[in-house]
């Protein structure tokens, strides 16, 4: 069955860091796009990027440009987004998402990776 | 880009009454239009998309209509598993916004 399984939860220092994977099962990897979305406290979802892990290429929402990088491993069918200059307002939940090309919604998503920042 | 907002941020609904969410673009998005529910602790569960189509095993007490800016989400008969906040999103144009969401409560 479909799955995507991501790392466990991080608590991470303000400028810190922060990777975390994405690991695909149960479908071909390099049919879909993998898109990263966030959700903070006690708010709504925010879309932050996605990579297209046949052709490499990756878009980034304007309020991560620079911060954020999203990487595919295809021998491991495994994504990474990497999160720099961490703040605390960067604490949240943080969910893959699949989405097939053709279709353009995110029908299946990873059980979330909580983020903390906190000095 | 484009904004998506919906309403009412929240609600409050009887056992088997009809609710309706309302989600407005900012501008025309055809029929690029989802819904993903989101129960407490969850990840988001894709309900609707194409603005009218439902996802396999979605309950059929869900309905979703609308196009160009205005969409609607309807649950035909409240129940009880249908707590939790409903989200819309658009795949029109990048990026993929979603709106503010609106929380369900039983009452």
């Known amino acids: 069955q479909v799955q995507l399984v991501q790392s466990g939860a991080e608590v991470k220092k303000p400028g810190a860091s922060v990777k975390v994977s994405c690991k695909a099962s149960?479908?071909?990897?390099?049919?879909?796009?993998i898109h990263w979305v966030r959700q903070a406290p006690g708010q709504g979802l925010e879309w932050m990027g996605v990579?297209?892990?046949?052709?490499?290429?990756?878009a980034y929402a304007q309020n991560f440009q620079g911060r954020v990088t999203i990487i595919k491993d295809t021998s491991s069918n495994t994504v990474y987004m990497e999160l720099s200059s961490l703040r605390s307002d960067d604490t949240a939940l943080y969910y893959c998402?699949?989405?097939?090309?053709?279709?353009?919604?995110?029908?299946?998503w990873g059980q979330g990776t909580l983020v903390t920042v906190s000095s | 880009d484009i904004q998506m907002t919906q309403s009412p941020s929240s609600l409050s609904a009887s056992l088997g009454a009809r609710v309706t969410i309302t989600c407005r673009a900012s501008?025309?998005?055809?029929?690029?239009l989802n819904w993903y529910q989101q129960k407490p602790g969850r990840a988001p569960k894709l309900l609707i998309y194409?603005?009218?189509n439902f996802q396999s095993g979605v309950p059929s007490r869900f309905s979703g209509s609308g196009s160009g800016t205005n969409f609607t989400l309807t649950i035909s008969s409240l129940q009880s598993e249908d707590l939790g906040t409903y989200y819309c999103?658009?795949?029109?144009?990048?990026?993929?916004?979603f709106g503010g969401g609106t929380k369900v409560e039983i009452k």
């Open positions: 998402a699949r989405e097939d090309g053709d279709t353009s919604y995110f029908d299946y």
């Open positions: 501008q025309n998005i055809t029929n690029f």
């Open positions: 149960g479908f071909t990897f390099t049919d879909y796009y």
């Open positions: 999103q658009q795949t029109y144009a990048s990026p993929p916004a």
């Open positions: 990579t297209n892990p046949s052709g490499g290429n990756t």
């Open positions: 194409g603005a009218t």
